[in-house]
Each structure stands twice: as structure tokens, then as C-alpha cells.
């Protein structure tokens, strides 16, 4: 049975930071492209970060210089480092799990964690 367990959100004031973790269980991990991604209320789910297997790394332009995306194969963990963290970082953090392969595409997904960023 395949789990992604994500932690470390919370409430941060404007500027702060947070570091989120997802723990993964029943994959191969480091066969798969780990991302975050969010989704604010009233708002469609977003790509924040992605990381492959091969350590390559991208962001959304939002979060480029703030965020950054890494990961341990040996622990199956991705981390998401978030610094400078303004009001509109707010929302439910996802991990995901995805491997293309010809004509599919497997992926699983976490349950979230909320990050509210707020004074």
C-alpha cells in the first residue's frame, strides 16, 4: 500500500519559514519525480516544486529565491525548505509521487498539510 505522509505545517508569520516533509511507503522512491503541490481556497491546485530522480529541480515563478525542494532516498523523504513566507503561500500542501512510463502515467498523492501564513 503506497503512503505519502506530509508534515511540518502550521500558522507563520509573514517572513518566517517552514520546513514540510513527506514520507513515502510502498514505492520505489527514488525512481519517482517527488513534487508539492498547493491549493488555496477558492483557488485550482498548483505545482510549487519538483524534484526528479535524478535531482533535477523546478519551481513555480512564484516561489522561485524562496523554496527549495530536496530529498534523501535514504529516508524516502522530500522536503520543502520555505522561506520569506508572505500571506499568499497560505493553502493545503500536497505531496505527489509520479513516474511516466509509455501511454501512462502512475502517481499518488498525500492528504495535505495546511500552511497559513498570517500576522
Known amino acids: 500500500q503506497v503512503q505519502l505522509v506530509e508534515s511540518g505545517g502550521g500558522l507563520v508569520q509573514p517572513g518566517g519559514s517552514l520546513r514540510l516533509s513527506c514520507a513515502a511507503s510502498g514505492i520505489i522512491f527514488n525512481i519517482y519525480t517527488m513534487n508539492w503541490y498547493r491549493q488555496a481556497p477558492g483557488k485550482q491546485r498548483e505545482l510549487v516544486a519538483a524534484?526528479?530522480?535524478?535531482?533535477?529541480?523546478n519551481y513555480a515563478d512564484s516561489v522561485k529565491g524562496r523554496f527549495t525542494i530536496s530529498r534523501d532516498n535514504a529516508k524516502n523523504t522530500v522536503y520543502l525548505q520555505m522561506n520569506v513566507l508572505k500571506p499568499e503561500d497560505t493553502a493545503v500542501y500536497y505531496c505527489?509521487?509520479?513516474?511516466?512510463?509509455?501511454?501512462?502515467?502512475?502517481?499518488?498523492w498525500g492528504k495535505g498539510t495546511l500552511v497559513t501564513v498570517s500576522s
Open positions: 505527489n509521487a509520479d513516474r511516466i512510463l509509455p501511454g501512462t502515467l502512475i502517481d499518488y
Open positions: 524534484i526528479t530522480s535524478g535531482g533535477s529541480t
